[in-house]
Nanobody
Framework: QVQLVESGGGLVQPGGSLRLSCAAS????????MGWYRQAPGKQRELVAT???????VYTDSVEGRFTISRSIAKNTVYLQMNSLKPEDTAVYFC?????????WGQGTQVTVSS
């Protein structure tokens, strides 16, 4: 069973930046897609960004232009560069892998945007 381990979360001021990392225990190239989701208190988990096996990326509207998803196949790692962070970006961020309709999840990393 694949293991996904997130890192890079923390406390940052509005307008600041963070980079999240998701290290997979197997080759990420084997997945149909890898992505980042987030869940704020009292809200449903929502998709933030996805990168498909061919390299195509998709973002939710609220992060378009501020966040960038990327990957290193050699390192089996997916990244989420988050710039111009806003208080509403505060959430637990989860790494996701998807292959043939089966989802894998990391344990999550907390991102808090506050002054």
């Amino acid at each position: 069973q694949v293991q996904l381990v997130e890192s890079g979360g923390g406390l940052v001021q509005p307008g600041g930046s963070l980079r999240l990392s998701c290290a997979a225990s197997v080759s990420i190239f084997s997945y149909d897609s890898m992505g980042w989701y987030r869940q704020a208190p009292g809200k449903q988990r929502e998709l933030v960004a996805t990168i498909f096996s061919g390299g195509f990326t998709v973002y939710t509207d609220s992060v378009e232009g501020r966040f960038t998803i990327s990957r290193s196949i050699a390192k089996n790692t997916v990244y989420l560069q988050m710039n111009s962070l806003k208080p509403e970006d505060t959430a637990v961020y989860f790494c996701n892998s998807r292959s043939v309709g089966v989802d894998g999840w990391g344990q999550g990393t907390q991102v808090t945007v506050s002054s």
